[in-house]
Nanobody, 123 residues
Framework: QVQLVESGGGLVQAGGSLRLSCAAS????????MGWVRHVSGKEREIVAA????????TYADSVKGRFTISRDNAKNTMYLQMNSLKPEDTAVYYC????????????????WGQGTQVTVSS
Protein backbone atom coordinates (compact mmCIF):
# COMPACT_ATOMS: atom_id res chain seq x y z
CA GLN A 1 0.00 0.00 0.00
CA VAL A 2 1.18 3.51 -0.85
CA GLN A 3 0.18 6.66 1.00
CA LEU A 4 0.56 10.00 -0.75
CA VAL A 5 0.50 13.39 0.96
CA GLU A 6 0.50 16.65 -0.99
CA SER A 7 1.69 20.00 0.29
CA GLY A 8 2.52 23.43 -1.06
CA GLY A 9 -0.88 24.63 -2.21
CA GLY A 10 -2.21 28.05 -1.38
CA LEU A 11 -3.36 31.40 -2.70
CA VAL A 12 -1.25 33.22 -5.27
CA GLN A 13 -1.77 36.10 -7.66
CA ALA A 14 -1.88 35.54 -11.39
CA GLY A 15 1.63 35.39 -12.79
CA GLY A 16 3.01 33.96 -9.58
CA SER A 17 4.52 30.59 -8.78
CA LEU A 18 3.92 27.68 -6.45
CA ARG A 19 5.74 24.42 -5.89
CA LEU A 20 3.71 21.38 -4.92
CA SER A 21 5.27 18.39 -3.22
CA CYS A 22 3.99 14.84 -2.89
CA ALA A 23 5.57 12.68 -0.21
CA ALA A 24 5.07 8.94 -0.53
CA SER A 25 5.17 6.43 2.30
CA UNK A 26 4.27 2.83 2.88
CA UNK A 27 6.66 1.56 0.26
CA UNK A 28 9.24 3.04 -2.02
CA UNK A 29 7.77 4.51 -5.18
CA UNK A 30 11.00 4.54 -7.13
CA UNK A 31 9.52 1.94 -9.48
CA UNK A 32 6.19 3.71 -9.76
CA UNK A 33 5.01 6.24 -12.29
CA MET A 34 3.57 9.33 -10.67
CA GLY A 35 1.53 12.29 -11.71
CA TRP A 36 -0.52 15.33 -10.81
CA VAL A 37 -4.24 15.52 -11.46
CA ARG A 38 -6.40 18.56 -10.85
CA HIS A 39 -10.10 18.83 -10.32
CA VAL A 40 -12.56 21.67 -10.30
CA SER A 41 -15.98 20.94 -8.87
CA GLY A 42 -18.45 20.27 -11.65
CA LYS A 43 -15.72 19.47 -14.19
CA GLU A 44 -13.83 16.33 -15.13
CA ARG A 45 -10.48 15.57 -13.57
CA GLU A 46 -7.55 16.66 -15.70
CA ILE A 47 -4.19 14.92 -15.74
CA VAL A 48 -1.77 17.83 -15.53
CA ALA A 49 1.54 16.03 -15.72
CA ALA A 50 2.97 12.53 -15.41
CA UNK A 51 6.48 11.23 -14.89
CA UNK A 52 7.98 7.82 -15.48
CA UNK A 53 9.71 6.01 -12.63
CA UNK A 54 13.16 6.90 -13.95
CA UNK A 55 12.18 10.48 -14.86
CA UNK A 56 13.13 9.90 -18.49
CA UNK A 57 9.57 10.33 -19.73
CA UNK A 58 7.29 13.20 -18.79
CA THR A 59 4.00 14.31 -20.26
CA TYR A 60 2.01 17.49 -19.80
CA ALA A 61 -1.46 18.74 -20.53
CA ASP A 62 -1.41 21.31 -23.33
CA SER A 63 -2.86 23.86 -20.92
CA VAL A 64 0.28 23.80 -18.73
CA LYS A 65 3.09 23.11 -21.20
CA GLY A 66 5.91 25.58 -20.82
CA ARG A 67 4.64 26.74 -17.41
CA PHE A 68 4.65 23.62 -15.20
CA THR A 69 7.50 21.21 -14.57
CA ILE A 70 7.14 17.81 -12.97
CA SER A 71 10.10 16.17 -11.27
CA ARG A 72 10.88 13.57 -8.65
CA ASP A 73 13.56 12.63 -6.16
CA ASN A 74 13.41 8.88 -5.68
CA ALA A 75 15.92 9.02 -2.85
CA LYS A 76 13.41 11.15 -0.93
CA ASN A 77 10.34 9.27 -2.20
CA THR A 78 8.97 12.65 -3.28
CA MET A 79 7.53 14.18 -6.42
CA TYR A 80 7.22 17.87 -7.25
CA LEU A 81 5.26 20.18 -9.50
CA GLN A 82 6.79 23.58 -10.15
CA MET A 83 4.04 25.88 -11.37
CA ASN A 84 5.05 29.21 -12.93
CA SER A 85 3.07 31.94 -14.67
CA LEU A 86 -0.05 30.80 -12.89
CA LYS A 87 -3.43 31.76 -14.29
CA PRO A 88 -6.85 31.94 -12.62
CA GLU A 89 -7.90 28.92 -14.68
CA ASP A 90 -5.24 26.88 -12.86
CA THR A 91 -7.36 27.15 -9.72
CA ALA A 92 -8.25 23.61 -8.63
CA VAL A 93 -7.60 20.91 -6.10
CA TYR A 94 -4.37 19.20 -7.12
CA TYR A 95 -3.98 15.51 -6.40
CA CYS A 96 -0.88 13.38 -6.40
CA UNK A 97 -1.23 9.99 -8.04
CA UNK A 98 0.91 6.87 -8.39
CA UNK A 99 0.77 3.50 -10.11
CA UNK A 100 3.23 0.86 -11.18
CA UNK A 101 2.01 1.37 -14.76
CA UNK A 102 2.81 4.66 -16.48
CA UNK A 103 -0.15 4.37 -18.83
CA UNK A 104 -2.59 4.27 -15.92
CA UNK A 105 -1.19 7.50 -14.50
CA UNK A 106 -1.16 9.14 -17.94
CA UNK A 107 -4.75 7.97 -18.56
CA UNK A 108 -5.92 9.29 -15.20
CA UNK A 109 -6.71 5.87 -13.71
CA UNK A 110 -3.95 5.38 -11.13
CA UNK A 111 -4.19 3.01 -8.22
CA UNK A 112 -3.09 5.44 -5.49
CA TRP A 113 -4.26 8.97 -4.74
CA GLY A 114 -3.38 11.67 -2.24
CA GLN A 115 -5.96 13.74 -0.39
CA GLY A 116 -5.40 16.84 -2.52
CA THR A 117 -4.15 20.37 -1.97
CA GLN A 118 -6.03 23.52 -2.98
CA VAL A 119 -4.42 25.94 -5.39
CA THR A 120 -6.18 29.27 -5.86
CA VAL A 121 -4.97 31.85 -8.36
CA SER A 122 -6.46 35.30 -8.06
CA SER A 123 -6.74 37.67 -10.99
Amino acid sequence: QVQLVESGGGLVQAGGSLRLSCAASGRTVSNYAMGWVRHVSGKEREIVAAIHSDSEITTYADSVKGRFTISRDNAKNTMYLQMNSLKPEDTAVYYCAADDAFYRVRNNTPKYWGQGTQVTVSS
